[in-house]
């Protein structure tokens, strides 16, 4: 089964600054999604990105950035020009490619929750 | 604009209560799930569907149960409400495609056993 971990149960970043909030993940398969979801206050789960594991290449978001480290079995999320609008828990969540209609699931981390400083 | 229902913001109900949460989605999504959210476990999925009477269970779902008769609609039943399942529940949908497509959550109903 597949698992994700989430070291950081808090951050906080002033406005204006960057951060990096932390993703590992563990599993056998070499085809996969993996994405990072924001909750606010609302509590409205948003999709912010997303990344394909046979892509090299980092998916980017206007501020929002990943670097992707497959080997490492790590994916981090990087908010460059952090606002106040940004703070909410974050959850990274890994999907499995496989066709069968069980592989839509999402496995989700535990989340970390981010403090924007004004 | 893609709208997943849920029919309660907040819900408190006694132990032994048989419970209905209920989600409805606008998009013809084919995907339905049933997440719980507890704080520090991350959210956990308790079943989910992918067709209309499908169901599959997922990590946690002892003491639940799902009814998807119709494709807008998934409910998930607590048959007998329990202390530990006071949580906040968190219904999401989404097309069955390669490439995912997103998940798309509703609000979450906050349930509080007592």
């Known amino acids: 089964a597949q698992t994700v971990t989430q070291s950081q149960p808090e951050m906080s970043v002033q406005e204006a600054e960057t951060v990096t909030l932390s993703c590992t993940y563990d599993?056998?398969?070499?085809?996969?999604?993996l994405f990072w979801y924001k909750q606010p206050p609302s509590r409205q789960m948003i999709l912010v990105i997303r990344q394909e594991a046979y892509k090299q290449q980092n998916a980017t978001e206007n501020r929002f950035s990943v670097n992707f480290q497959k080997a490492a079995k790590s994916f981090s999320l990087k908010i460059s020009d952090s606002q106040l609008g940004d703070a909410a828990m974050y959850f990274c969540a890994y999907r499995s490619a496989k066709k069968k209609s069980s592989g839509d699931k999402l496995t989700f981390g535990t989340g970390t929750r981010l403090a924007v400083r004004p | 604009d893609v709208k997943v229902t849920q029919s309660s913001r907040y819900l408190v109900k006694r132990t032994g209560e048989k419970v209905f949460l209920e989600c409805v989605q606008d998009?013809?999504?084919?995907?339905m799930f049933w997440y719980r959210q507890d704080p520090g476990l991350g959210l956990r999925l308790i079943y989910f569907?992918?067709?209309?009477?499908?169901?599959e269970k997922g990590d946690i779902p002892e003491g639940y149960s799902v009814s998807r008769e119709k494709k807008e609609r998934f409910s998930l039943i607590l048959e007998s409400a329990s202390t530990n399942q006071t949580s906040m529940y968190l219904c999401a949908s989404s097309f069955r495609s390669r490439p995912p497509s997103p998940l798309h959550f509703g609000n979450g109903t906050r349930l509080t056993v007592t």
């Open positions: 599993t056998s398969e070499s085809d996969y999604y």
């Open positions: 998009m013809d999504h084919e995907n």
């Open positions: 569907s992918y067709d209309v009477k499908m169901k």
